[in-house]
């Protein structure tokens, strides 16, 4: 017998769990049935719309940060510290010595405005050669002086003629100097770019605020006459790390302050320690650096209590005596804490330490744990051979800096022919000097500014690092400031010119202190997890199912049931293997009359007895 396809969803509407299919089957009134309909179409429609969302969300493999609050014994941080000045003094080669006279003009000429504007107030005081002179003492005893004229130390140097900064004859002007001959020229910024017409609307909207510069207020400021030029700071760093690439690295460690010199005191968890805790390198910036506890022995101290009684206490003697003017403006020591097996980067990411204070460091120590695959491209590896990362010129543990610094530096050798000077370089790379700065500029802008850098250094999945408050006072005291000067007093005999010639004001800025330790051993602990699991996706749209549609997990084992029953009506051809309810009827009947029931005899047995 023909079965109709009506009839099978019909059985099933009838049968179902879920809630609204019942009800249109069930109700006999026509609006009844649009009205169930209706509502079960709402609830289909509005299901779909939160399950699209829910799987965007998925898909899109955010991240939620959680913060926990943890207490452990923590490892004390490697601590390095560099002496703000890079060369002493006394220790200078010859030609160096000449060099940096050249860089004594080109400040000067830059604090003017350009080489004529100093050449002209230069001019009425050349026969006055007094008035025009920077003094400092040397290892020898006597006086060097850096003049208008040049850096008077062993040979001499003068700018219209002398020794170059080769030691050769010449009667040229340095180039640095010739550099700064062209006056005023307004150039653009390397790293100005064009607004969009967004950013364009907001800068005119802030019209009425600003006021545009008036000419008649600076028209008397002839120092800034060579706006747009390169500053000298920037023409001395290029300059020098350029020149002093010819030299061995042992030649250049020796020239520096060591820290037989400078260090004075040390103490460590309470116990004294001394210069053989300290391994060296060498800084293109700073010199000779420092680093306490570098794990290098093969050990890293730890620490069980916080205070600063459990910390690091150094006592230093930064010898301004032998600081070289031009190349150092500051004093004190560049200071910066770190993970073991990390190069330090100076420049960027240390802090300075004054002198004639004692800084007190509070320290606190902080880890993240990212997420990798498909919710981030970190890197997982901790070693500098982490896969497809760029980190040949720094060894030891990732760093996504140290990577990018890295990239910089590949992309201006390929395209330059040289190494730039404030990065790590190949040990034979030659150096770009001043002339290639427009090449090297470009080269950073167009990797920084197109993301090809941050593509190939991705961040570490796990990283630790240390946060820090600084605080300061005056070191030493004024009454404890005599018994420094007695105990100090038979140091060496650099400290013994210190004494004998300094005041006692003069004396503290010689003199620095600074304590590192953990302010407490808590710390913060930020871990990445899926904003959406596929546990969480399941039971969200299981929600929403139940909610707005009324189905279980019975109901797709129904609907799955009815699915398996239409291929069953279609591999029949639409018969079913049922027969009509009438002749159902007639067959219980015969079988009745055929087989009269117990229960009808038992009672026909009873009435007859009575």
Partial sequence: ????FGDVLAD?????TAHAPPKIMTHKHILSKLFWGFLFLVGIGTFVFFSQELIRSFVSFETTTDIELKFSVLEFPAVTFCNQNQFRADRVPEDIQTLVAEFLEAKRADMFGGKDKYDSFRNPLEDDDDDDEYEYSTDQGTDSKVTSSGYNASGGHNASGGTNAMGQGTTEEPNIIAALKSGRRRKKRSVEYALTEQEITIVEDMEGFYHPPNADDFQNMSWFDNYGDVSSEKSILLNL???ISQYME??????????GEMLQECVFMGKTCGPEDFYHFYDNKYGNCYTFNSGMDKAVARITNPGTSFGLSLTMFINQVQYIPVLTQEAGLRLLLHKQGQVPIMEEDGFDVTPGTKSSIAVRYV???RLDGLYSNCTKNGSRFAEGTSHEYYPGNYTQKACLKTCLQNG????CGCASPLYRRPVN????GPDDNACVEEVEFDLLDNNICSYQCPLPCWESQYQYVISSSQWPSNNYMPFLKESLDERGEDMKKVMEADTRTGLSQQFLKMVVYYDNLNFYKYTERPTMTTKDLIGALGGHLGLWIGMSVISFIEVFELIITLIKWCARGGRSNKTSSLTDLDEKSRRAEECPTPVLKFKESWVNDD
């Fill in 429 to 432: 790379a030659i150096v770009c």
């Fill in 1 to 4: 017998m023909k079965e109709k």
């Fill in 367 to 369: 880890e993240v744990s």
């Fill in 241 to 243: 790390t350029q020149y």
């Fill in 12 to 16: 099933f509407a009838e049968t179902t």
């Fill in 412 to 415: 201006i050798i390929k395209k």
């Fill in 250 to 259: 042992e030649d250049l460690i020796e020239a520096g302050h060591d820290i």
